[in-house]
């Protein structure tokens, strides 16, 4: 058994190198099998993961699918550090090289951990989590609540969606969709108003108000809001009302 001096370092650097690409501690370590193993558990705790976040119907599954891959994880690291604790491998032979390698790995993760890039990918393509900032979805949504946005879903009629603010570069803004393309939207007395007929409203939606332009164009503050009474709007066959 190598002495304790000799084995510093070892454990960091193990967890270093698994937080990099699972099972990397292992092999350096001098475990190749659990090295392996290691990694295709973590490959597929991964591809659960993107398939509950692609689909939205089994987004439930994150329930317990987050839990156990933070668990997972955990005791990823736990297994490397008593793994390579216990190794006869000099692993680069100086401690102070290990430290050094460990810190090398730990800011290569920021960068180039294949986790963090598939969490890139699945924020720009699948589901990106939010939270609410204003109380204007208020029962729906609360100011602080949190929620995830599903890229795949279809945009229907009450459809709660994130949008980029129209006035202000970069905001965005949690709302609804009222109208579709095509539709002649306007409020009457409180009451939504579709290709002129009234509609009733989902549990939690409304009751909608006439209010006039508070935008950016100082030019048409004050006026009245598209889609109030007697300003009905019609959408085009790219157009939503929101």
């Known amino acids: 058994m190598p002495p304790v001096a000799d084995r510093r370092g070892k454990g960091l650097l193990a967890i270093a190198a698994s937080l990099l690409i699972p099972g990397l501690g292992h092999l350096l370590a001098g475990a190749p099998r ?29 329930l317990v699918i987050l839990p156990a891959t933070a668990v997972v994880s955990v005791w990823l ?9 216990r190794s006869h491998r000099p692993m680069l032979g100086n401690r102070f090289l290990r430290y050094l390698a ?16 598939l969490a ?10 939010f939270v609410v900032a204003s109380g204007a979805m208020m029962p729906t949504l609360k100011p602080g609540d949190r929620f995830l ?6 945009s229907r009629r009450w459809s709660v969606v994130v949008i980029e603010h129209p006035d202000y570069r970069g905001a965005q803004v949690v709302t609804r969709i ?9 409020i009457v007395a409180g009451e939504l108003h579709i290709n002129g007929a009234p509609v009733t409203l989902p549990v939690g939606a409304g009751p909608y108000t006439n209010m006039t332009y508070q935008g950016y164009h100082s030019n048409l503050a004050g006026s009245p809001g598209a889609g109030t009474e007697g300003h009905p709007i019609h959408l ?3 157009e939503y009302f929101l």
């Not at 690291?77 to 604790?85: H, N, Q």
């Not at 890139?120 to 989590?129: G, L, N, Q, S, W």
């Open 102 to 117: 460990a810190l090398c790995l730990l800011a290569a993760t920021l960068y180039l951990s294949p986790t963090i890039w």
């Open 34 to 62: 659990r090295a392996a193993l290691w990694l295709a558990v973590a490959l597929g705790c991964g591809i659960a993961e993107y398939l509950v976040l692609a689909v939205p119907r089994l987004i439930a599954g994150l």
């Open 77 to 85: 690291c736990v297994d490397a550090f008593r793994c390579a604790r």
């Open 149 to 154: 946005l599903n890229k795949h879903a279809r």
């Open 236 to 238: 085009g066959s790219d």
């Open 120 to 129: 890139r990918y699945i924020r720009a393509h699948d589901a990106e989590a």
């Open 178 to 186: 009222v109208g579709l393309p095509g539709e002649t939207i306007e």
